[in-house]
């Protein structure tokens, strides 16, 4: 399916968000921007590719790792969290590898995947169209001066949860390639439970923040990092 596919068949939940349909309301020739801006975000989600990816990763991940230790709390249902929750993931982040293997996980061993926020620059040909068919959508890094995109990507957030999928952000809002923690950045925290807040009751299930310990050994990307500060 098409993004343009995928764009036209939420357009009605994503524009009924009440804070977006005010505005267009008040300002109808914004509509087109705000298409435009649903189609950057919004992900495709393709099973198809999704199965493609892990049967990619489950090759490559073999060659940069020893092994992958995933484990959760004793007595932890995961799955029945998620079908009984609006449930956001919010692991920490220090290499582009942190949500490929997250992502990797969660299908091969509860055959669903979160969809994650992925910052824009992360939008390039080939890997772009990639990532948006597995589950990610896409966000600007800054746009606290642009009300209405600030309102699509909230409409898309509520749709989201009104339908039930799970998500995922890194609360850092980058990675640290150092294996050191990042302070971390609200904005996401903000909008989720801005719009969760405003959610039909009808469809309204409780909101549930799950924190994710990633740890590597080595950080893939450590040695570039300290190329980068020797000035190499």
Do not use: W
């Amino acid at each position: 399916m098409s993004i343009d596919r995928v764009v036209e068949q939420i357009r009605t939940s994503v524009f009924s968000y009440k804070k977006l349909a005010d505005r267009l309301a008040e300002r109808p020739s914004e509509r087109v921007r705000a298409m435009i801006y649903l189609k950057e975000i919004a992900a495709e989600y393709n099973l198809g590719t999704i199965e493609k990816f892990k049967n990619l990763l489950s090759f490559t991940l073999v060659k940069l790792y020893d092994d992958i230790d995933f484990s959760l709390p004793t007595g932890l249902d995961l799955e029945r969290i998620v079908k009984e929750n609006n449930v956001v993931f919010v692991p920490n982040h220090q290499s582009h590898a942190d949500y490929l293997i997250l992502s990797y996980v969660l299908f091969d061993r509860f055959k669903f995947i979160p969809l994650i926020a992925g910052g824009i620059n992360l939008n390039i040909f080939p890997i772009g169209d990639l990532f948006r068919k597995s589950g990610c959508f896409f966000i600007r890094r800054s746009f606290n001066n642009n009300i209405l995109y600030k309102l699509t990507l909230e409409a898309y957030i509520s749709h989201l949860l009104s339908s039930g999928h799970a998500i995922e952000f890194f609360y850092e809002g980058g990675r640290s390639r150092s294996g050191r923690l990042l302070p971390p950045k609200y904005g996401m925290f903000q909008i989720l439970i801005e719009t969760h807040s405003q959610l039909d009751p009808a469809v309204r299930r409780p909101l549930l923040f799950i924190p994710i310990s990633i740890v590597h050994e080595i950080v893939p990307e450590q040695g570039a990092l300290t190329r980068e500060l020797e000035g190499l």
